[in-house]
């Protein structure tokens, strides 16, 4: 059985945490990335989830997004993030927002029992829409 957190956040994401821009960047780099879906922490139950309370699940997909060209769907578990684990859906927001858009975004997620790994370019965040903020701590490094 699994209930929703009902904190659905658009992943879109916000690039609160700082990135360094190369001089001469082009101008969709210097406003935050976007993938285009909805994401939540659902809870899930079972010992087949090794000790995990929720996985970072995504809830919808925009059409016309990187998320949609990189055929991302609804009930997919994101596990991880650029090679960093999916921690939770502020874990995630953070994982991402350290890129810039333009920059190549590969996800590994979970469909049908099945590991999964997907890349996608990150498109600009749209002009007036309305982001989420968060505090992210600076990224480990690799």
Same mark, same amino acid.
């Given at each position: 059985?699994?209930?929703?957190?009902?904190?659905?956040?658009?992943?879109?994401?916000?690039? /609160?945490?700082?990135? &360094?821009?190369? =001089?001469?960047? !082009? #101008?969709? $780099?210097?406003?935050?990335? @976007?993938?285009? +879906?909805?994401?939540?922490?659902?809870?899930?139950?079972?010992?087949?989830?090794?000790?995990?309370?929720?996985? /970072?699940?995504?809830? &919808?997909?925009? =059409?016309?997004? !990187? #998320?949609? $060209?990189?055929?991302?769907? @609804?009930?997919? +578990?994101?596990?991880?993030?650029?090679?960093?684990?999916?921690?939770?859906?502020?874990?995630?927001?953070?994982?991402?927002?350290?890129?810039?858009?333009?920059?190549?975004?590969?996800?590994?997620?979970?469909?049908?029992?099945?590991?999964?790994?997907?890349?996608?370019?990150?498109?600009?965040?749209?002009?007036?829409?309305?982001?989420?903020?968060?505090?992210?701590?600076?990224?480990?490094?690799?």
């Amino acid at each position: 059985m699994r209930r929703s957190t009902r904190r659905a956040l658009l992943l879109a994401i916000m690039a /609160v945490c700082a990135v &360094a821009l190369a =001089p001469g960047a !082009p #101008a969709h $780099a210097l406003r935050p990335a @976007w993938l285009g +879906v909805y994401i939540d922490d659902v809870e899930f139950g079972g010992v087949a989830d090794a000790g995990r309370a929720t996985r /970072v699940t995504i809830t &919808a997909v925009e =059409p016309d997004t !990187p #998320a949609s $060209a990189a055929g991302l769907k @609804w009930g997919d +578990v994101i596990v991880e993030a650029d090679r960093h684990p999916a921690i939770d859906v502020d874990n995630v927001v953070c994982i991402i927002s350290a890129k810039p858009a333009g920059s190549l975004l590969t996800l590994t997620i979970l469909r049908d029992g099945h590991l999964i790994a997907v890349s996608t370019v990150l498109a600009a965040w749209p002009e007036g829409r309305l982001r989420a903020t968060r505090h992210c701590p600076p990224p480990l490094s690799s």
